[in-house]
């Protein structure tokens, strides 16, 4: 698959000046991977010279041979172990830098998260997608890349000692020099053909495991999110049906890719068998008519196995190249969706003429039960400091005219004048896990609003009660009411300061008298604010200035 969008945003984390030690710190891994293949080449002469030894049965030799072997061994240990580390150094360092992008890229400020969700078209998972796939690509782009340098470093090494030790051959009066070299390339070329045409599939089913390990993970989550709504319908049984077809779902696939991986690993690790055994095989002519010793024979299977080990880099990497395959698609899938919705977002924003004051004309597209789309027409005007009541039946398009006002929908037709500063307060108020003095200000920072204002807002609302417990930490979700949920909402709403409020069903868990003292707090910290509530309570629709009622349109 190519992965354009990814590979562009791969660029702009990784190929720019602040990204200098990172570069810094992968040319020092790769550094000491290649003093490790060196060392690896010592140690192949080494075993040449003490096998010898062996062989000559020559005692101070051998030992002269142990002693050395010490100090080459240590430093290659202590060489490899901190290029380990510089390794595990780099991918934590890359990894931060790579999500970070993508979680700007969701939480942009053209709200792509949201459009995309909006869209149907959103990819399953994108914040799984952002966690596990972009930890994914980090480190098997740097595992790969450093392995693949490493395997070139390996052949350049290797392969000069190959074809200086085995000599020439003659096939069929054809002198061949390096011969052994020659058959090693061979070798791995038709194991890499054959690697490919038995692990071809693994790509997609990567791609379905990821999937459904995201999906298993999401579900349990909305299982905890819902707990009340799932204890009060005594919906335990059909919750533990559909998580365990989830869950086999995803073995079924777990089983269909072990089966892939069962059957490249036979090929994989038979041909790593015959790996150790073919260059003895093919040397042995030399070693019988006396042209080698039992040094050079051993040296001959040393430089053999590195140099067929490297060249068949694609071999064993081939299950880490589908991975790979795998999380950069789907991670590209989503810089798709996202980069959909930021045009999308711009094409919006231009449709919307700045004004003072909020007045909309416009024709909507609402599906009936049937699913056909009917026609509604909308059309208010709201200027600074009145308070607009929106009513209509159930399904009318109120939330529809909220979004299309909020700049996240497009109308059929019709035109759009609004303020630059718009607050939209839904029907349910996100709130976080942490302080309620984060939750009252939120998206601000809580230092940017002082202590006097939040208690005189709590006040205003009817949460005096909650005054005591600003810096306690809690899941403000399940501790407040939904009625304190939304007067929570509200409160955001005052401190944002906007020029427009769109209040969508945000005060339905509030009885009458609560709304209506909602309402005049607004009017009184927001005295220049156009305020545009939607609601079905009758007995708080008094309050407005103006009463807007949507209808379907009839032909």
Same mark, same amino acid.
Request: hydrophobic share 50%; charged share 20%.
């Given at each position: 698959m190519r992965t354009p969008r990814l590979a562009r945003l791969l660029k702009e984390v990784f190929c720019t000046p602040s990204a200098l030690t990172l570069a810094l710190l992968y040319f020092v891994v790769a550094l000491s991977n290649a003093a490790a293949v060196q060392g690896s080449v010592m140690l192949n002469e080494w075993n040449g010279r003490f096998f010898n030894a062996l062989q000559a049965l020559d005692r101070p030799v051998v030992l002269e041979l142990l002693l050395e072997f010490v100090p080459l061994a240590a430093a290659l240990i202590t060489l490899l172990v901190l290029a380990q580390y510089a390794k595990a150094r780099l991918l934590i360092a890359m990894r931060r830098r790579l999500t970070r992008a993508l979680v700007e890229r969701w939480l942009s400020p053209r709200?792509?998260?949201?459009?995309?969700?909006?869209?149907?078209?959103?990819?399953?998972?994108?914040?799984?997608?952002?966690i596990e796939d972009a930890r994914s690509v980090v480190t098997l782009l740097v595992s790969l890349s450093l392995s693949l340098l490493e395997s070139l470093f390996t052949i350049g090494s290797f392969s000069v000692i190959l074809w200086k030790l085995s000599g020439s051959a003659t096939v069929f009066g054809l002198e061949i020099p390096g011969y052994m070299l020659w058959i090693c390339l061979a070798y791995t070329a038709v194991s890499a053909f054959a690697t490919h045409r038995i692990g071809r599939t693994l790509r997609a089913l990567n791609y379905d495991v990821q999937r459904g390990e995201a999906d298993l993970r999401t579900a349990f989550i909305e299982k905890r999110r819902h707990a009340e709504a799932i204890a009060g319908a005594g919906?335990?049984?059909?919750?533990?049906?559909?998580?365990?077809?989830?869950?086999?779902?995803?073995?079924?696939?777990?089983?269909?890719?072990?089966?892939?991986?069962?059957?490249?690993?036979?090929?994989?690790?038979?041909?790593?068998? !015959?790996?150790?055994?073919?260059?003895?095989?093919?040397?042995?002519?030399?070693?019988?008519?006396?042209?080698?010793?039992?040094?050079?024979?051993?040296q001959i299977r040393g430089a053999f196995v590195d140099t067929a080990r490297a060249a068949s880099w694609f071999i064993f990497a081939y299950d880490d190249l589908a991975r790979l395959a795998a999380c950069a698609g789907r991670l590209e899938e989503l810089l798709e969706r996202l980069e959909e919705a930021e045009g999308l977002r711009t094409d919006l924003a231009a449709?919307?003429?700045?004004?003072?004051? !909020?007045?909309?004309?416009?024709?909507?597209?609402?599906?009936?039960?049937?699913?056909?789309?009917q026609d509604v027409p909308a059309s208010l005007s709201a200027a600074p400091g009145r308070l607009i009541a929106l009513t209509g039946p159930s399904g009318v398009g109120k939330t529809t005219l909220f979004k299309i006002m909020a700049g996240f929908s497009r109308p059929r037709s019709g035109s759009i004048a609004l303020p630059r500063r718009i607050f939209w307060a839904v029907q349910r108020p996100y709130l976080l896990r942490g302080t309620l003095r984060e939750n009252l200000t939120y998206p601000r920072s809580p230092q940017e609003v002082e202590e006097k204002a939040l208690l005189d807002a709590l006040a205003a609302f009817g949460l005096e009660h909650l005054a005591p417990e600003l810096d306690a930490q809690d899941d403000w979700s399940a501790r407040l009411?939904?009625?304190?949920?939304?007067?929570?909402?509200?409160?955001?709403?005052?401190?944002?300061?906007?020029?427009?409020?769109?209040?969508?069903?945000?005060?339905?868990?509030?009885?009458?008298?609560?709304?209506?003292?909602?309402?005049?707090?607004?009017?009184?910290?927001?005295?220049?604010?156009?305020?545009?509530?939607?609601?079905?309570?009758?007995?708080?629709?008094?309050?407005?200035?103006?009463?807007?009622?949507?209808?379907?349109?009839?032909?």
């Amino acid at each position: 698959m190519r992965t354009p969008r990814l590979a562009r945003l791969l660029k702009e984390v990784f190929c720019t000046p602040s990204a200098l030690t990172l570069a810094l710190l992968y040319f020092v891994v790769a550094l000491s991977n290649a003093a490790a293949v060196q060392g690896s080449v010592m140690l192949n002469e080494w075993n040449g010279r003490f096998f010898n030894a062996l062989q000559a049965l020559d005692r101070p030799v051998v030992l002269e041979l142990l002693l050395e072997f010490v100090p080459l061994a240590a430093a290659l240990i202590t060489l490899l172990v901190l290029a380990q580390y510089a390794k595990a150094r780099l991918l934590i360092a890359m990894r931060r830098r790579l999500t970070r992008a993508l979680v700007e890229r969701w939480l942009s400020p053209r709200s792509a998260h949201f459009l995309v969700r909006e869209s149907g078209c959103e990819p399953d998972n994108p914040d799984q997608r952002i966690i596990e796939d972009a930890r994914s690509v980090v480190t098997l782009l740097v595992s790969l890349s450093l392995s693949l340098l490493e395997s070139l470093f390996t052949i350049g090494s290797f392969s000069v000692i190959l074809w200086k030790l085995s000599g020439s051959a003659t096939v069929f009066g054809l002198e061949i020099p390096g011969y052994m070299l020659w058959i090693c390339l061979a070798y791995t070329a038709v194991s890499a053909f054959a690697t490919h045409r038995i692990g071809r599939t693994l790509r997609a089913l990567n791609y379905d495991v990821q999937r459904g390990e995201a999906d298993l993970r999401t579900a349990f989550i909305e299982k905890r999110r819902h707990a009340e709504a799932i204890a009060g319908a005594g919906g335990e049984a059909r919750e533990c049906i559909n998580l365990k077809a989830r869950l086999e779902t995803l073995l079924e696939t777990l089983i269909r890719l072990a089966r892939k991986q069962r059957d490249l690993d036979f090929f994989t690790v038979g041909l790593g068998q !015959a790996t150790h055994l073919a260059p003895i095989f093919f040397a042995l002519p030399a070693l019988f008519a006396g042209r080698i010793q039992i040094g050079g024979l051993m040296q001959i299977r040393g430089a053999f196995v590195d140099t067929a080990r490297a060249a068949s880099w694609f071999i064993f990497a081939y299950d880490d190249l589908a991975r790979l395959a795998a999380c950069a698609g789907r991670l590209e899938e989503l810089l798709e969706r996202l980069e959909e919705a930021e045009g999308l977002r711009t094409d919006l924003a231009a449709a919307i003429r700045p004004s003072r004051e !909020a007045r909309v004309e416009v024709r909507m597209a609402i599906p009936r039960g049937d699913g056909a789309p009917q026609d509604v027409p909308a059309s208010l005007s709201a200027a600074p400091g009145r308070l607009i009541a929106l009513t209509g039946p159930s399904g009318v398009g109120k939330t529809t005219l909220f979004k299309i006002m909020a700049g996240f929908s497009r109308p059929r037709s019709g035109s759009i004048a609004l303020p630059r500063r718009i607050f939209w307060a839904v029907q349910r108020p996100y709130l976080l896990r942490g302080t309620l003095r984060e939750n009252l200000t939120y998206p601000r920072s809580p230092q940017e609003v002082e202590e006097k204002a939040l208690l005189d807002a709590l006040a205003a609302f009817g949460l005096e009660h909650l005054a005591p417990e600003l810096d306690a930490q809690d899941d403000w979700s399940a501790r407040l009411s939904g009625g304190e949920q939304q007067r929570v909402g509200l409160i955001r709403a005052v401190f944002a300061r906007p020029e427009l409020l769109l209040i969508d069903e945000g005060t339905s868990a509030l009885d009458p008298a609560g709304v209506l003292r909602a309402l005049e707090a607004l009017r009184r910290a927001l005295p220049q604010a156009a305020v545009v509530f939607a609601t079905h309570q009758s007995s708080v629709v008094e309050a407005a200035d103006r009463v807007v009622r949507l209808s379907p349109a009839h032909s």
